[in-house]
């Protein structure tokens, strides 16, 4: 079982910037792809961008609507995955979800495995 604590979350002016981190357990963290996942109030939760694991590169994806503007990154000897918001717009309040795969590259929410709690993000306008 992989457990994620997502942190970082909070209010920000739109604009701004905020980033978010994902501190995973687990020995094979390295093997696993991640992903971030948000839900706005009264949608479904969507795909925002993930990461792959080291055999396919760590390859990056993003929704359209976060490239440019959001950025996946990962720290295998931390356990820990980041997602760096800029240019943050009010339509990006979420919560924002973690998640891990252990397909090691995906990017579709039935891929993903494991899932934090979320950490809310405010953007003001």
């Known amino acids: 079982q992989v457990q994620l604590e997502e942190s970082g979350g909070g209010l920000v002016q739109a604009g701004g910037s905020l980033r978010v981190s994902c501190a995973a357990s687990g020995r094979t963290f390295s093997s696993y792809a991640m992903g971030w996942f948000r839900q706005a109030p009264g949608k479904d939760r969507e795909f925002v961008a993930a990461?792959?694991?080291?055999?396919?590169?760590?390859?990056?994806y993003y929704a359209d609507s976060m490239k440019g503007r959001f950025t996946i990154s990962r720290d295998n000897a931390k356990n820990t995955v980041y997602l760096q918001m800029n240019s943050l717009k009010p339509e990006d309040t979420a919560v924002y979800y973690c998640?891990?795969?252990?397909?090691?590259?995906?990017?579709?929410?039935?891929?993903?495995?494991?899932w934090g709690q979320g950490t809310q993000v405010t953007v003001s306008s």
């Open positions: 998640a891990a795969s252990r397909y090691g590259s995906a990017a579709q929410e039935q891929e993903f495995d494991y």
């Open positions: 990461i792959a694991a080291i055999r396919w590169s760590a390859n990056t």
